[in-house]
């Protein structure tokens, strides 16, 4: 499974440092007729394998990308949520039994880590969080997270994203706000835009990261918005509800956590991202559909299926 493998996730977060820098810190519808009520069985739905040669990089290394579980556990322990997650986990057709197999399934490719880009679990219960933990830690790939809507929002009680980010302190050590690593040449960005907002401190951040002159690589839960979305995200949702998506029923955009318009500090993150040479790609999910475009000339946007249907996305890094 690569070098990582020998190191615990404490000592690799430990052993590769912050870098020179003082940084701180929606699916794939088959048309089949299924059992609603059965886990999604095998075959497993790679997408396409994706091979990006990146000039910067210092040598090859690959990931898997995951994103959109939907875990659905709820017990005793939050009895108002009971009933709700009974009904989504049937939506979701046992979106647990569903993440186990693909696990191991995942386990048995090369693979130098694993990106899983938020809604790991549909809401954010007692028994999710547990069961998710089992999932992480079986993982044999280093791996690395970053939030969705789901992870807070929604059902959650409370509504809160800062407290149920210090919840997920039973994950991973890793910061969730906005967390970079430096690997074979290459930055890897860890952004939070779960709420379909950038704040002024993740736009610094990221400017002074893509300044340094390494390339860098993207993973955040929600995609931007670019042309060829719009009508694939409008059909499926029904508003666009990715960043830059602009306001048009208020009433759902608000009930979306979207706030009610488009805050200047992610206007000028859209405006940076779809202009600075530093960012080489983007992978997201949130969409539970494929989909891949440029959000600049030459620089692609991949957004991943949901893994609830057994959706993942292979992808190679080299130098160019």
């Known amino acids: 499974m690569g070098w990582m493998k020998d190191l615990s996730r404490r000592d690799f977060l430990s052993s590769v440092g912050a870098g020179t820098l003082s940084l701180a810190i929606a699916g794939c519808d088959t048309g089949e007729r299924i059992d609603p009520l059965s886990p999604v069985a095998a075959p497993f739905k790679p997408?396409?394998?994706v091979t990006l040669k990146i000039?910067?990089?210092?040598?090859?290394?690959q990931f898997i990308h995951l994103t959109d579980v939907h875990l659905c556990e709820c017990d005793a322990r939050n009895p108002e949520l009971i009933e709700f997650m009974a009904r989504r986990k049937n939506d979701f057709r046992k979106p647990e039994q569903t993440a186990r197999n693909l696990f191991n399934h995942l386990n048995t490719l090369e693979s130098d880590f694993m990106v899983i880009t938020g809604d790991l679990v549909d809401v954010p219960t007692r028994a999710n969080l547990e069961k998710a933990k089992k999932l992480l830690d079986s993982i044999d790939a280093f791996w690395w997270f970053t939030m969705g809507n789901h992870e807070w929002g929604g059902r959650a009680i409370p509504r809160d994203?800062?407290?149920?980010?210090?919840?997920y302190r039973l994950w991973t050590y890793q910061p969730l706000n906005w967390y970079y690593k430096q690997l074979h040449g290459i930055n890897l960005l860890f952004l939070d835009n779960s709420n379909y907002q950038i704040t002024r401190d993740q736009l610094t951040r990221t400017r002074v990261l893509l300044d340094t002159g390494r390339p860098c690589i993207m993973f955040a839960h929600i995609p931007i918005l670019i042309d060829t979305l719009v009508k694939p995200v409008n059909d499926r949702w029904g508003m666009p509800i990715c960043i830059g998506g602009e306001p048009v029923d208020m009433e759902r955009r608000l009930s979306w956590d979207m706030g009610p318009t488009i805050e200047p500090a992610t206007r000028e993150f859209l405006a940076l991202v779809r202009s600075h040479p530093g960012m080489k790609a983007?992978?997201?999910?949130?969409?539970?559909?494929?989909h891949t475009d440029e959000y600049q000339p030459g620089y692609p946007q991949y957004v991943t299926g949901a893994a609830y249907e057994n959706v993942y996305r292979r992808v190679t890094i080299e130098p160019a």
Do not use: Y
Request: zero cysteines.
């Open 47 to 49: 997408t396409a394998k």
């Open 55 to 61: 000039n910067g990089a210092s040598k090859p290394f």
């Open 161 to 167: 994203r800062e407290f149920w980010s210090s919840e």
């Open 282 to 290: 983007i992978f997201s999910g949130h969409l539970h559909f494929n």
